[in-house]
């Protein structure tokens, strides 16, 4: 059995997407050692997957990352446990190499968000994915030229998954959007006053709407059965007065981002009603020493993500002086993000498309009327096992809270499976405690 490698860094960043990559820079620019970790084999995170340095927005932050020293980079790394100590927070990753032990004196949490699926009749078949799920896939190699697909749900990301895979090849049959005309309408204005130092979206949905031109855009239209023999063959979707079906290989499905708050529960961070990570004005969580930024504290997209990257870097190296404009920028994001919430808020319907033998909980195989007569995660998990398999309620909580309007409190350390070897190498998994009480 190896010893893990123990490094001890100013700073500790998880997640190197747009949040976590501003963060690093900002971070070094102030004097400050680094170290990024992310998940992913690359940085860029879910938004920028496959991100290279180049003339686009996040190609020009990353080359700045890679030029800038003081920035230790940790890439295919899982966080699956975390200590408090009186030296700070002992995070241990399991990467490729084995255990990595980070002992930081600050930390800033920039694991962004994830899907949120719904469950309806059909849903499990094969060809039926996450939206970002299949973006991801086709960056990844997966060929889709010549392929039929529809993108249903909600969000702006339907229109980027779409453009993209339309960009390789795939035949892009319709967008169905569970939000209706006045909500988009609403929701464009918002975009067109977002602009600020960090970027705009109007000039981003103009560009999406040329990638798509010949597409069926169908507000109010949302998927409600897949269906095939072995395999997805056609989605049914409805208007709310009228269904019809479209013959296709693979359905793109999402319905919005949900804040992807499990590092930070290992962390101890305390999170709002409505599932976010609080923090105050510097993005300091409730925690001393930790730090969140991006869509962890409410999904707001890249420019929100950046923004709040450079002021949680900035107070925690004490670059005061680099805030002087920050009050404008976060007034401007923090009205898109209600714009965002606001207009792609999801319909009541879509709570009750699960059929009775729908399953809920793909890992544990739990289907919806298993959980309907149970009045909490916890009962839930007590009684039906939901959320115990190996995503740990990653897939299934955001949907149970919309299907039951439970409060999801999955989270539990380790993080997620890892080598028996790393777990004898590594200290006892810590008791639930305050971890303010622990620091000097």
């Known amino acids: 059995m190896h010893e893990a490698r123990l490094l001890n860094p100013d700073v500790l960043v998880i997640g190197a997407g747009p949040a976590g990559l501003t963060a690093a820079l900002t971070a070094a620019q102030g004097g400050a050692t680094v170290l990024l970790a992310d998940l992913n084999p690359g940085p860029g995170g879910q938004l920028w997957r496959g991100l290279k340095a180049d003339h686009t927005s996040g190609g020009e932050l990353l080359a700045q990352v890679q030029a800038q020293q003081g920035i230790q980079t940790l890439y295919s790394a899982q966080l699956v446990l975390v200590e408090h100590t009186v030296q700070g ?8 190499q084995g255990a990595c032990r980070v002992l930081a004196h600050k930390v800033i949490l920039a694991t962004g968000s994830s899907e949120r699926f719904l469950p309806f009749p059909g849903w499990t078949l094969p060809g039926v994915v996450g939206a970002g799920g299949l973006q991801a896939m086709v960056k990844g190699g997966l060929d889709v030229s010549g392929a039929r697909v529809v993108v249903a749900g909600s969000g702006p990301l339907l229109l980027a998954v779409a453009a993209g895979l339309r960009g390789h090849g795939a035949r892009v049959l319709a967008v169905a959007e569970q939000a209706g005309w006045p909500a988009l309408a609403a929701f464009a204005v918002a975009a067109s006053r977002s602009g600020d130092k960090f970027g ?10 040329w990638k798509l031109r010949g597409v069926p855009y169908l507000p109010s239209t949302s998927p409600v ?3 095939g023999s072995g395999r997805l063959e056609r989605v049914v979707l409805s208007t709310g007065h009228a269904q019809f079906s479209l013959r296709c290989d693979w359905l793109a499905a999402g319905f919005g981002l949900v804040p992807d708050t499990r590092a930070a529960a290992l962390f101890g961070c305390d999170l709002s ?6 923090v105050s004005s510097w993005q300091a969580t409730s925690v001393r020493g930790v730090y969140a930024a991006g869509e962890l504290t409410g ?6 993500a950046r923004l709040e990257g450079f002021v949680a ?12 404009e920050v009050p404008r920028q976060t007034a401007r994001s923090r009205a898109f993000q209600l714009a965002l919430s606001r207009s792609f808020a999801l319909r009541p319907h879509l709570a009750a498309l699960a059929a009775p033998d729908t399953v809920v909980c793909r890992c544990e195989d739990v289907p919806h009327a298993a959980l309907q007569g149970c009045s909490s995660w916890t009962e839930a998990k007590l009684y039906t096992r939901c959320g115990m398999g190996p995503c740990q309620g990653r897939v299934c909580g955001p949907a149970a809270e919309t299907l039951y309007g439970w409060t999801f409190t999955g989270v539990r350390p380790p993080l997620a499976p890892l080598p028996i070897s790393e ?17 000097p």
Not at 89 to 96: E, K, W
Not at 200 to 209: H, M, N, P, R, W
């Open 89 to 96: 927070r002992m995070a241990q990753f399991s990467t490729p």
């Open 200 to 209: 705009g979206k109007a000039g981003e949905a103009a560009t999406l709407a």
């Open 225 to 227: 059965r897949a269906e």
């Open 273 to 278: 009603q409505t599932g976010e990570v609080k």
């Open 299 to 304: 999904v707001g997209g890249a420019d929100k």
């Open 313 to 324: 870097a900035c107070a925690v190296t004490g670059q005061v002086n680099r805030l002087r």
């Open 423 to 439: 777990l004898l190498g590594s200290s006892p998994p810590p008791m639930p405690r305050r971890p303010d009480s622990l620091l």
